[in-house]
């Protein structure tokens, strides 16, 4: 069977693989706290299984953005966030550190790890971030927010696509996030056959600097096709999706 990826900008990535909705990092309002959306607003999916949450960071964790799904969709949430999502009204939300797996239809979620300090005042000392991995016909790796760490190389055998941050919203890309060449070093590292980059060309700080247009994944592209030449890259630019 084909997996479906739809970008609909920063780290919100529509997959649907093997009869599985899933979405990541739901942020799609035009404002979500200091940040002003630079591309037309997208629409609540709809038909959605699960919700992968990767961390609490408001761009990433908006719960703004969350009113408008099915409480019946099942959540999976970095640990220490989960009576944050529950109290939203969503029904099964587990939380999930590096290693757990759980099982959504024919699809095998698994959390992967991630260097980013991912919480949420007041929960910042015990909340976490993670990766997941999709596992079916199709092996899809969602990055979240994350530096490089040792366990990339090889984190996920035989992987079809990894959907990579390449940037974020400000000036420049601080430490616990990829800028097109760390995020490339990830890509040589991880080894799949597609390289979709996400984190990029959605948002920026209201009143300030903007990295415009496709900058850094067409930097990222150039950056893959030097380091990792056998990998394809596909840029979707916020609203485009492709088949795998």
Not at 9 to 25: E, S
Not at 75 to 84: D, E, F, N, Q, R
Not at 88 to 95: D, M
């Amino acid at each position: 069977m084909s997996a479906s990826i739809g970008y609909l900008g920063h780290a919100t990535v529509v997959v649907d693989l093997d009869g599985v909705r899933f979405v990541t990092d739901p942020v799609i309002r035009r404002r979500v706290a200091y940040l002003r959306r630079m591309v037309p607003t997208a629409a609540t999916p709809q038909d959605v299984d699960a919700i992968l949450l990767s961390h609490g960071h408001q761009d990433h964790l908006d719960v703004g953005s969350l009113r408008g799904f099915d409480r019946t969709a099942r959540v999976l949430v970095a640990s220490g966030l989960g009576t944050l999502v529950s109290r939203k009204g969503f029904g099964s939300v587990e939380e999930v550190a590096a290693g757990d797996e759980r099982q959504i239809g024919g699809v095998t979620v698994r959390a992967t790890p991630a260097l980013h300090e991912g919480g949420r005042p007041p929960l910042r000392p015990r909340a976490g971030a993670v990766g997941y991995a999709l596992l079916g016909s199709s092996r899809i790796y969602f990055a979240g927010d994350t530096d490089l760490f040792p366990e990339l190389d090889g984190l996920i055998p035989d992987l079809d696509v990894a959907l990579i941050p390449v940037w974020g919203w400000g000036r420049r890309a601080d430490k616990g996030h990829l800028d097109p060449g760390r995020a490339a070093e990830a890509v040589r590292r991880l080894r799949p056959r597609i390289a979709v980059p996400i984190h990029w060309g959605t948002y920026m700080v209201a009143g300030g600097p903007w990295r415009s247009g496709r900058e850094p994944a067409d930097t990222f592209a150039a950056n893959v096709a030097r380091v990792a030449p056998d990998v394809e890259v596909r840029v979707l630019e916020p609203g485009e999706s492709t088949d795998v």
